[in-house]
């Protein structure tokens, strides 16, 4: 590539779903002539929303990477998913850029969602700003916008541009450091304060004078972006090309580029110490770093990578850190505005992609083979909706696993696993939009379509009272004969202790070399119990006394009468269901907190605490797993989407007795039905 670390600005458009950010990327990719038309979500003609999914739901579901040539700079401009179920990507973008932008619409407001990509921005380190989008929209109203963005990001932020009325009277975009506008003058004397602020020289002459010099203004404004002493924020009007020059401005003139925003961590070999700094210059060791992967049917696996440092060509073989050994590379590809093309070299600070090469992996790194260095992984939101699918074409047991392997691949967020005592395929996400979308990607991309149910629960059995329990075995069909009596006594433990069998015979009344052949026997009850068929935790089976005949005692006869002497037991000892209980965290807007605590106890649901941060009020909870199966959909009904939770396996519970009743009705139909 021509250019320069320097010459780079890396992006990520962040924010609520409809806030204008696939727009934003038309009007630039038009204004620089990438495309011959303005692109438009709402007509199907975005250059960003190109997957069939997105086409037909008029949104962006995955990140899409654009260079856009704008004034002498390479802006690589990630536009990232704005719906909460496709937050992995935006979370991805942020660890391979430099600033991420904020966009907000001026008819509504920050949502909750906006706010936790802000923090994932913060966390990432990134410089920030904000653009304020649809000043012409019904209902806007940019004062209201700005307060409301003021009161939750801090006076940092301070407008750049501003509209000149609202909605229908939009007409123009004032710029405060031309003096436009009414409120020019005080945006100026807001922004001069956020600026002096990041250099102690400057900030002690501010206080003096009272004023700073545009040459010290634009000298520290880039400056005080980086330190997080200002957020600036800009008016777009993408549809009638306004405030798009203002913008464009900003990012060449004030943006980090890869080579001034500094160094990032890494770590040697294994360790998780990430200790060594990497600064992002052509003249190091070569390292790059995966963000995102796309598993195409036809070209195969496709890595899009950060180079972090030095530069590297189509003819080289870097080191795979993971797996110790070169990697062949089978394409490299530079970004040519919406489109991957083929390139001889990229260098630091760059975006681009690697095609066929099947071992690389989200977070993956390559690097030179005497540098060999990994960098950190993001936190990604665990999963909270799961569906249990099944091919609807027999025979297909195959293709999906290796379908929903390669979407797993693509999506840190979305997982498939066989449940290890259900024995079903289960696939978990985000919410029921999340996995509807992956398993759509699955029929149109590897042929497969798919039926879904809800999971079972994993139940547990148990006893509640001591019982006693026999059982004597005796078979006779001529010739050898089959024997053995067992006496037990069949405990409950505490919760969570498990099983223990005690031998307690005396006098030979059973050969030692039975004994352990009762023990599998009732091993082997334990993983069916007699309710509902769901595998026996907390009891004890203590063997005390029994028969044998020296001639028709074996092994299978002791076994069969561990087994169901201790059914006999079982059923006799007040046999009750286990429930597995959640430890739930919800975080919703504050004036969501009486409809949330109201809805958690009609599921059954414990609350332990509630704390307010910001206006987001944390609610903490336990509830039986059962009632959490749908609560992603249940929470964003009540929340207007707004409310977000994860949660994590506590302990088990017995069930209610009607609800038992209900789960070994069902079980018994199952039973009879097969």
Not at 30 to 45: L, M, N
Not at 153 to 179: E, K, L, R, S
Request: charged content about 25%; some cysteine; proline content about 6%.
């Amino acid at each position: 590539m021509s250019h320069k670390p320097s010459e780079v600005r890396n992006v990520a458009l962040f924010g609520h779903g409809g806030t204008g950010k696939t727009a934003i990327i038309d009007a630039i990719a038009y204004a620089a002539k990438i495309t011959s038309r303005h692109g438009d979500s709402a007509h199907g003609t975005s250059i960003s929303n190109s997957e069939p999914e997105e086409k037909e739901r008029r949104q962006t579901l995955t990140s899409h990477l654009f260079q856009l040539p704008v004034e002498g700079i390479a802006l690589n401009i990630i536009d990232t998913p704005g719906h909460a179920d496709f937050q992995a990507d935006a979370i991805s973008a942020m660890q391979v850029v430099e600033t991420g932008i904020l966009c907000v619409s001026a008819t509504g407001g920050v949502t909750f969602h906006a706010r936790s990509l802000w923090k994932a921005a913060e966390r990432a380190k990134l410089g920030r700003a904000i653009v304020v989008t649809h000043p012409d929209g019904e209902n806007a109203n940019f004062e209201e916008t700005l307060a409301d963005l003021q009161s939750i990001f801090g006076n940092v932020v301070v407008p750049m541009t501003y509209p000149d009325g609202d909605g229908a009277a939009f007409t123009a975009i004032h710029d405060v450091q031309q003096g436009q506008g009414p409120m020019a003058a005080t945006y100026r004397e807001q922004l001069e304060e956020r600026v002096a602020e990041s250099n102690d020289a400057l900030l002690e002459s501010y206080l003096e004078t009272g004023e700073i010099s545009e040459k010290d203004l634009d000298e520290n404004f880039p400056r005080a972006i980086a330190k997080g002493t200002l957020v600036p924020l800009f008016t777009v009007c993408p549809p009638k090309e306004k405030g798009l020059n203002k913008l464009l401005h900003l990012i060449k003139q004030d943006l980090p580029s890869p080579e001034s925003y500094g160094a990032r961590p890494a770590a040697k070999g294994d360790s998780d110490q990430f200790s060594e700094l990497v600064e992002c210059t052509v003249d190091g060791p070569f390292l790059a770093q995966v963000f995102k992967v796309v598993i195409d049917k036809h070209v195969g696996r496709i890595a899009f990578m950060r180079c972090m440092r030095g530069k590297l060509s189509a003819e080289q073989h870097p080191l795979h850190v993971r797996l110790g050994k070169p990697e062949k590379i089978g394409g490299l590809l530079g970004l040519k505005g919406e489109k991957s093309e083929p390139t001889q070299e990229v260098v630091a600070g760059d975006l681009f992609a690697l095609t066929k090469v099947e071992d690389l992996r989200m977070w993956d790194c390559l690097a030179d083979e005497h540098a060999a260095l990994h960098m950190p992984k993001p936190a990604y939101p665990a999963s909270t909706f799961a569906l249990a699918v099944t091919p609807a074409s027999r025979g297909d047991e195959q293709k999906i696993a290796d379908g929903l392997d390669r979407l797993c691949a693509e999506d840190p967020t979305f997982s498939s696993r066989r449940h290890p005592e259900t024995a079903e395929l289960l696939v978990s996400g985000l919410s029921p939009l999340h996995l509807e979308i992956q398993l759509a990607r699955l029929l149109r991309r590897f042929g497969v379509g798919t039926e879904t149910s809800m999971p079972r629960i994993p139940y547990r059995e148990t006893i509640s009272v001591p019982a006693d329990g026999h059982h004597r075995h005796k078979k006779q069909s001529g010739g050898r004969g089959q024997f053995a009596e067992v006496y037990m006594r069949v405990l409950p433990r505490e919760r969570g202790a498990g099983f223990e069998f005690v031998d307690s015979v005396v006098g030979g009344a059973i050969p030692r070399n039975f004994i352990p052949e009762v023990e599998k026997g009732v091993r082997k009850f334990l993983s069916t119990g007699a309710i509902a068929g769901f595998p026996v935790v907390d009891c004890a089976a203590e063997l005390y006394d029994g028969k044998f005949h020296p001639v028709d005692s074996d092994q299978l006869s002791f076994q069969l009468a561990g087994q169901r002497g201790f059914h006999d037991g079982f059923v006799k000892a007040k046999p009750v269901l286990l429930e597995p209980i959640m430890d739930v965290e919800i975080m919703v807007p504050e004036r969501f907190t009486g409809d949330v605590a109201g809805n958690l106890s009609s599921l059954r649901g414990r609350m332990s605490g509630m704390e307010a941060t910001e206006g987001i009020q944390h609610i903490t909870a336990q509830v039986p797993l059962k009632e959490m199966q749908d609560y992603s959909t249940l929470l964003r009904s009540i929340t207007a989407g707004e409310g977000t939770f994860h949660m994590e396996m506590s302990h088990y519970e017995p069930v209610p007795g009607n609800l038992q009743a209900e789960i070994v009705k069902a079980h018994q139909k199952e039973h009879e039905e097969h």
